[in-house]
């Protein structure tokens, strides 16, 4: 049956183990590059890693051309620069669908989950950071009976 614990240090013996927390392992294809999806809004973005440079290629363009806003390139960037990464990996990547600003978040979200991939240790770093985490937010469905999403049909009295 149950023991009767006399002392404060003998309680700490009855307590159970904490659970384990996973541990993640490196997965990498045979070229050595690790892949992952990103995506926001409409925008899907296929990311491959491989150490290197720092070269930025989308759709086969260089990331200065691609996203010629400053803004969205720095978007990009923010998970390298949140794990210290920065000019350590070469990046490749395919994004189709939505704009530009849903496909710079969607090559993040793939860039990050990437760098979990293939440094499993980063995983802290980018979750607390929320490149982790897909954002759920995308345009809202046009309803019967009104003009878009929400706005009704402009009203008239005659």
């Known amino acids: ?22 541990k993640y392992e490196k997965k990498v294809d045979p070229q050595g590059r690790a892949y992952a999806t990103g995506k926001r809004k409409n925008a ?3 990311v491959w890693i491989k150490p290197g440079s720092g070269k930025i290629l989308i759709n086969t363009k260089a990331v200065e051309v691609f996203f010629a806003r400053p803004v ?16 350590q990996y070469d990046v490749t990547c395919t994004v189709s669908g939505g704009g530009l600003s849903g496909q710079a978040g969607a090559v993040r979200h793939g ?11 980063l995983r802290g770093a980018l979750k607390r950071g929320g490149f982790l985490t897909r954002d759920p937010r995308v345009v809202e469905r046009k ?3 009104r003009a878009k999403a929400r706005r009704s049909f402009q009203f008239s009295k005659r």
């Open 1 to 22: 049956m149950a023991e009767t614990v006399q002392s404060l240090e003998g309680l700490a013996t009855l307590k159970p183990a904490a659970p384990e927390a996973p």
């Open 44 to 46: 899907v973005a296929r």
């Open 72 to 87: 969205l390139r720095m978007m990009i960037q923010q998970p390298l620069v949140a794990t210290n990464r920065g000019g």
């Open 111 to 121: 860039l990050a989950k990437a760098l979990t991939y293939f440094e499993p240790d």
């Open 143 to 145: 309803k019967y009976g």
